[in-house]
């Protein structure tokens, strides 16, 4: 694929806003505050912002895992009423069952759609291949890394050949070593797929290196107050000048919203 090509909006937010009762005190928690936001098609989106800030809870609005307080959630131009196939979400936790081998994970979703087993079996085979898991079909999930089991989440998604990923930290209980990997891994099967990513972290480096467009979000209630083009060409050096004037400015939008 080429990274210089995006379409159009695959998801538009229009003044969305989420409040969640708390159960101790019966008081209201605003979240999102008439957030509004685009995600080009083909895009790979960073979204970053204060700890706590709504991040998450904008990632499951998108997914249809959350109903919006007001404002409206729309995918391919038409409201998001609910979860679908065509938003496949990845998790922190890895959500594996322990009792399955790495290619019964994945053919899960698949039988429960219907699809016959042996065509189930090819299509497991197929994306266990692309995350490079070839050879570990037949493991259970106590048998490989953590990274490897993010992998197999990975084409389990992937499987139910969604339009967007919607990643919520995913490397996040991972080693600074295996998560560079997988940040690697990432970037490269974006580059291959096409699919458009947005992908919500806590950690500065970890958008810079993988993200076209990095959104800031601001302290609870979260709005979006700074967008960053990131035009670096793939595959990105970590400790370039560029990457790190980026991170630098990125860096210091965030220690502005922290002290306010």
Not at 97 to 120: D, Y
Request: hydrophobic content about 40%; aromatic content about 8%.
């Amino acid at each position: 694929m080429d990274v210089g090509e995006n379409g159009g909006p695959v998801v538009e937010l229009r003044s969305l806003s989420k409040s969640f009762t708390e159960k101790k005190t019966g008081r209201e928690l605003e979240v999102l505050d008439h957030l509004d936001m685009e995600v080009r098609q083909g895009r790979f989106t960073c979204v970053v912002g204060p700890t706590g800030c709504g991040k998450t809870t904008l990632l499951r609005l998108i997914g249809g895992l959350e109903v919006p307080s007001s404002g409206e959630v729309r995918f391919e131009g038409r409201p998001v009423t609910g979860p679908g196939p065509q938003r496949g979400m990845v998790f922190q936790e890895y959500a594996l069952f322990p009792w399955r081998t790495a290619v019964r994970n994945v053919t899960f979703g698949l039988s429960l759609k219907g699809i016959p087993h042996k065509e189930a079996r090819a299509l497991a085979d197929e994306y266990l291949e692309t995350v490079g898991l070839t050879g570990h079909e037949d493991l259970y999930p106590r048998e490989l890394s953590g990274g490897m089991k993010q992998r197999v989440a990975i084409a389990r998604t992937l499987a139910a050949l969604p339009r967007i990923l919607l990643m919520d930290e995913p490397f996040a209980s991972l080693d600074a070593q295996t998560r560079n990997g997988m940040q690697e891994f990432l970037v490269d099967l974006w580059r291959r797929t096409g699919t458009s990513i947005v992908f919500v972290t806590h950690l500065v480096d970890e958008a810079v290196f993988m993200g076209q467009e990095i959104v800031g979000l601001s302290r609870r209630p979260a709005r979006v107050v700074r967008t960053f083009e990131n035009n670096l060409p793939y595959p990105r050096s970590r400790t370039g000048a560029e990457f790190t004037e980026l991170r630098a400015r990125i860096l210091e939008y965030l220690a502005v919203e922290m002290s306010e």
